[in-house]
């Protein structure tokens, strides 16, 4: 038998040298609030920082529609949350008829709190062809209205 230890399970991990699609020159973005401090744009292009903030509470949505169909093979996302304890919901979706119809790509939900899970980072291995939209919808907080969406990076190869 063979066996080894390791130190706990991979992260996903942000490849700076992956080909990330130019997003700035591919798509024009739709967004449903915004923090002037927190533009959108923090959070999709390779030198933002900090990441986009939603200006108000409650459900956002981000939508790439991009100008020429795309084909998608990997999504990264990070979050963080490194004050509120909350139960953040996002369902990432596409479409490939200009918002006629879309597809759930992934619903999920994750826990942040403070004393322990301050950060949430997925990456997404996918074969999507001819995608006209990307949409991202953040619920916050399931259990409670008041909370503000943010994302910390949104890549896609």
Do not use: C
Not at 30 to 42: C, F, M, Q
Not at 78 to 102: I, K, N
């Amino acid at each position: 038998m063979r066996k080894r230890l390791i130190d706990g399970l991979p992260q996903a991990v942000l490849e700076p040298n992956r080909n990330w699609l130019n997003v700035e020159e591919l798509a024009e973005v739709e967004l449903t609030s915004e923090d002037a401090a927190h533009p959108v744009e923090s959070a999709l292009l390779p030198a933002g920082s900090p990441g986009w903030r939603a200006a108000v509470s409650g459900k956002q949505t981000i939508r790439l529609l991009f100008a020429n169909p795309q084909s998608i093979r990997r999504i990264y996302l990070s979050f963080q949350e490194p004050a509120v304890e909350r139960t953040q919901e996002y369902v990432l979706r596409w479409s490939p008829d200009r918002g006629q119809s879309f597809q759930e790509i992934v619903r999920q939900q994750w826990n942040f709190s403070p004393s322990g899970a301050t950060s949430e980072t997925e990456s997404y291995e996918v074969e999507l062809a001819g995608v006209t939209i990307l949409e991202l919808n953040i619920n916050p907080d399931i259990g409670n209205s008041n909370a503000v969406a943010s994302l910390e990076q949104w890549r896609i190869a």
